[in-house]
């Protein structure tokens, strides 16, 4: 079980900074009068990177919280 959950927080942090990467290409490509999506604007992937960095937070709290026995 600890080798998914460490699995799931290493993919979910991955993906949110390519969301960063996303998120920053799109603002170019909207400074520039174009774009990437068209449902998402940079600042909405920004919001969905830190949703996901937050559940990573949590995941690796809770395995530190169960390591330490506190």
């Known amino acids: 079980m ?21 998120a920053v290409w799109e603002k170019i490509a909207n400074l520039m009068g174009m774009t ?3 449902g998402y604007t940079p600042s909405r992937l920004l919001e969905l990177s830190m949703v996901l960095l ?5 995941i690796q709290v809770r395995e530190l919280k169960g390591a330490k026995g506190l």
Not at 54 to 58: E, G, K, P, S
């Open 2 to 22: 600890t080798a998914l959950i460490s699995l799931v927080s290493r993919v979910c942090f991955v993906l949110a900074f390519i969301l960063v990467g996303v």
């Open 36 to 38: 990437l999506l068209r």
């Open 54 to 58: 937050m559940f990573v937070i949590a």
